[in-house]
């Protein structure tokens, strides 16, 4: 009997790479369950986010929230079941789950303008879509065809768009009865107000005091606090049975069918297939992903050196990521995709695949916490909904999602606009499609232009002296790199030749 044990266990550690990666059985656990504390709200913050999508497009009546547990049962099961796959097919510590920022583009963009079922609907076409770049040589190319600076706008904004959104959900913040264009301070005399802030508080400095699981703690701690004042009826308008896990139980499943049909209805609805959003809703699902997949998994290889060990591990990361997609969106979960809060594991001794299983093994058990999770989702009080823990999280979530300017290539000074013109028009214009366009319409033209006017300066101008002079400006104001070879020119993304 314990030589069978002994086989086996030599046969899973074969599996799992242990001796190549230098794997120790103990820290691939703890390293699992650092990466599911530090992923946990995803839980709770999905469902949230995602419950504010319009069942219908302009209906204000009816939204996705009646399903919550619905949409929470899928949350869990697409990141289960893409967490698994990840460690049983790719083999390394990365665990998937339905994305933020994806997410909130998916509620507050896509879904205004098509629906809820539509919406999961272009979801699975962006899921298909990615899995057939995945399996082409087009991955590599597309990859190499963005200009860092792009990307980093685009992320940057809906980093900025997010933390702006957990100011709002959670009240912090509200529109301005006096000037819909501008916010004020909230009602910093009511008590869900007050817990918001205190979960933000507690979420930044816990995080930037690097305390593993600081987004959950700071949870827990705001959900006590607002037990306690439901308890104690501090908050008026607030039944205390609805944070009563024996009188609420599980019936909040049974809207888990709605859900799973939902993405499939969509096929049908032809006002989809003739709205602008859908095709731009797919590409962009599929971008955003792509990137943000793409980023994480060179995050994951720096950190563990990965290539050098298993040089097609990529390329299994990003079918698994695709897969993912198509599967959780059928069931009604959103873009699926690699969550770099993974590194926490990473940094705990995670090092194979057996991690992101014990990971997806987390997420397994924690339905059935569904009851006492349920204390996470938003309070709706006198027609006014309130998401003071999920709300703060949007905004620590926010903030993590800008510090990426810090890689922001300032000395291409014709970037900055993008820049701007990306975050700007993200924020005033509350959607996350708007500020894309406008931003890849502004990168477009200003570096298409200044591409032509190299392009003339150095084939069709016959004065030499002051060809060199319009040399000298284009570089006085750092925006092309201009090698003076005489007949050999590059901007930052074209070669021309001849002269």
Request: net charge positive; proline share 4%.
């Amino acid at each position: 009997m314990k030589q069978k044990d002994q086989t086996f266990l030599t046969s899973f550690k074969k599996y799992f790479k242990f001796d190549t990666f230098d794997a120790i059985f103990k820290k691939e656990i703890i390293g699992g369950l650092s990466t599911f504390l530090a992923m946990a709200y995803i839980l709770a913050v999905n469902p949230s986010i995602v419950g504010a999508s319009p069942i219908n497009p302009g209906d204000n009546q009816q939204f996705a929230s009646q399903y919550q547990g619905g949409l929470f049962l899928a949350t869990a099961i697409a990141t289960v079941f893409a967490s698994m796959f990840m460690g049983l097919y790719a083999r390394v510590p990365l665990a998937l789950a339905p994305g933020m920022g994806l997410n909130a583009f998916f509620a507050y963009t896509v879904a205004q303008q098509v629906g809820f079922d539509s919406a999961l609907t272009i979801t699975m076409l962006s899921g298909i879509l990615y899995f057939f770049v995945v399996m082409s040589p087009l991955r590599t190319k597309i990859s190499s065809i963005i200009p860092t600076n792009l990307k980093i706008s685009i992320g940057a904004g809906i980093g900025f768009f997010i933390a702006y959104l957990g100011l709002q959900n959670s009240r912090i913040i509200i529109k301005d009865p006096s000037n819909a264009l501008v916010s004020t301070l909230g009602d910093f005399g009511n008590p869900l107000v007050i817990v918001g802030l205190v979960v933000l508080v507690l979420a930044l400095v816990l995080h930037y005091s690097k305390i593993t699981g600081s987004i959950i703690i700071s949870m827990l701690i705001g959900a006590i606090i607002l037990i306690i004042l439901i308890l104690t009826k501090s908050i008026k308008g607030v039944d205390p049975n609805t944070i009563n896990p024996v009188s609420v139980g599980y019936s909040g499943f049974s809207t888990f069918d709605d859900v799973i049909v939902a993405g499939w209805k969509g096929f049908a609805n032809a006002n989809m297939w003739k709205n602008p959003i859908t095709y731009i809703g797919i590409l962009s699902f599929f971008y955003m992903d792509f990137f943000d997949t793409t980023g994480t998994l060179i995050v994951m290889d720096k950190s563990l050196n990965l290539s050098k060990k298993d040089p097609n591990w990529m390329e299994k990361a990003n079918l698994v990521d695709a897969v993912s997609t198509v599967v959780g969106s059928s069931i009604g979960a959103t873009t699926v995709t690699s969550f770099v809060e993974s590194t926490v594991g990473v940094s705990a001794g995670a090092k194979t695949g057996l991690s992101t299983i014990v990971t997806a093994l987390c997420f397994a058990s924690s339905i059935a916490l569904w009851p006492v999770i349920q204390i996470f989702m938003p309070i709706n009080v006198d027609g006014i909904q309130y998401q003071p823990i999920t709300g703060p999280i949007l905004v620590l979530i926010g903030t993590l999602m800008i510090t990426q300017i810090r890689h922001f290539e300032w000395e291409i000074i014709i970037d900055i606009p993008t820049l701007f013109i990306t975050i700007i028009m993200m924020m005033l214009t509350n959607s996350i499609a708007y500020g894309l366009s406008f931003g890849i319409i502004t990168f477009v033209i200003l570096n298409g232009f200044l591409g032509l006017m190299q392009y003339f300066l150095m084939h069709f101008s016959k004065n030499e002296t002051k060809r060199k002079s319009c040399k000298k400006i284009v570089n006085s104001i750092e925006i092309l790199t201009i090698k003076d070879e005489g007949v050999k020119v590059k901007t930052r993304e074209f070669y021309y030749e001849g002269g």
